[in-house]
């Protein structure tokens, strides 16, 4: 029986990797937002969004340690769930209240 | 009889050592978390754009501020994972130290948000005065929360490693904490993309 999973907790260098990987990703969204964007907001929205996303992934590898190895793979099966409800929900939400807050008729709109 | 309940079940019951499944149910809880969070984060999605008259993000966020506490974490994160390396190789003083170390980036990071809220809510923009600031207080207080019982655990945590020592149920809560205190830094990506950063484009 194969009972001990056995647990990356990663060495020096793989968390300074993080590290710097974290903050070149965290500071260069922050200097394009703070210098004003680049042009189209939607093009900076998209690209800032995709440095947090490049982060988290980082993160997962360079300091939660997450394999697809670990615990005999049911991390990675709970994480994959978790991310497929979130995308659901947090796209749902956005969608349904987009087009809800659209298609109010205009003197639902007071303040 | 008995030989044919035994192709289906097993009888005698296999012992899982101590701890076998800690980590997997930890996680599975942090994935819960990260449900509510998202939550969270679709409320201020939706309700992020309704000021009702209100000062907006422009008005209020300062990035500065913001770039600080990101890399508050981002140091604790690391610290952490230098009292993980000193911890696997039974070196109880280099993980105190390195624990004592987050404690203190965990905590000035608390000292810098509290700061902001304290600085908002000065100026009239608590989270009574719109659905954006109430969907604001709510996801990064709540997220300020867990920072905080996280630095309890870090207390309490130390206590247990300077009394008992590096024994293996001491080594398993610092391996849950550190699953814990990575997962607030990655929810704290999602905080300073979507709340903040793409507000202040």
Redesign the interface.
């Known amino acids: 029986?194969e009972?001990h999973?056995h647990?990356d907790?990663?060495?020096?260098r793989s968390?300074?990797t993080?590290?710097v990987l974290?903050?070149i990703l965290?500071a260069i969204?922050?200097a394009i937002?703070?210098q004003g964007?680049l042009g189209s907001?939607v093009v900076?929205?998209l690209v800032?969004?995709g440095?947090?996303v490049v982060?988290?992934l980082v993160?997962?590898v360079y300091?939660?340690h997450m394999t697809a190895k670990s615990?005999a793979g049911?991390?990675l099966l709970?994480?994959i769930?978790?991310v497929v409800?979130?995308v659901i929900?947090?796209a749902g939400?956005?969608w349904v209240?987009?087009h809800m807050n659209a298609n109010m008729m205009p003197q639902m709109q007071m303040? | 009889m008995t030989s044919l309940t035994a192709k289906y079940y097993d009888l005698e019951p296999h012992h899982h050592p101590e701890g076998a499944s800690t980590g997997l149910g930890f996680w599975i809880y942090l994935m819960s978390d990260c449900l509510m969070f998202a939550v969270l984060f679709a409320v201020y999605g939706v309700l992020g754009n309704s000021y009702a008259a209100g000062p907006g993000p422009k008005d209020l966020f300062d990035l500065e501020l913001v770039a600080i506490n990101t890399g508050l974490l981002l140091f604790s994160s690391i610290t952490f994972g230098f009292a993980m390396l000193a911890a696997q190789k039974g070196n109880k003083a280099g993980t105190l130290r390195w624990l004592w170390v987050t404690l203190g980036f965990g905590l000035a990071f608390l000292a810098v948000e509290l700061y902001e809220f304290h600085h908002l809510i000065e100026l009239g923009a608590g989270p009574w005065r719109s659905a954006f600031l109430s969907s604001f207080f709510a996801l990064v207080g709540t997220h300020g929360l867990h920072v905080a019982f996280g630095s309890l655990w870090l207390i309490v945590l130390a206590v247990q490693i300077a009394q008992k020592g590096l024994i293996p149920a001491n080594l398993r809560r610092m391996t849950c904490l550190s699953m814990f205190w990575h997962f607030l830094d990655v929810v704290w990506i999602g905080v300073f993309t979507f709340v903040y950063l793409i507000k202040m484009i």
């Open positions: 029986m009972h999973s647990q907790h990663g060495s020096v968390y300074v993080g590290f974290s903050v965290t969204p922050f937002v703070m964007g907001p900076t929205a800032v969004l440095f947090a982060q988290i993160h997962m300091f939660l615990e049911w991390t709970a994480t769930f978790t409800v979130v929900m947090l939400s956005l209240m987009y303040e």
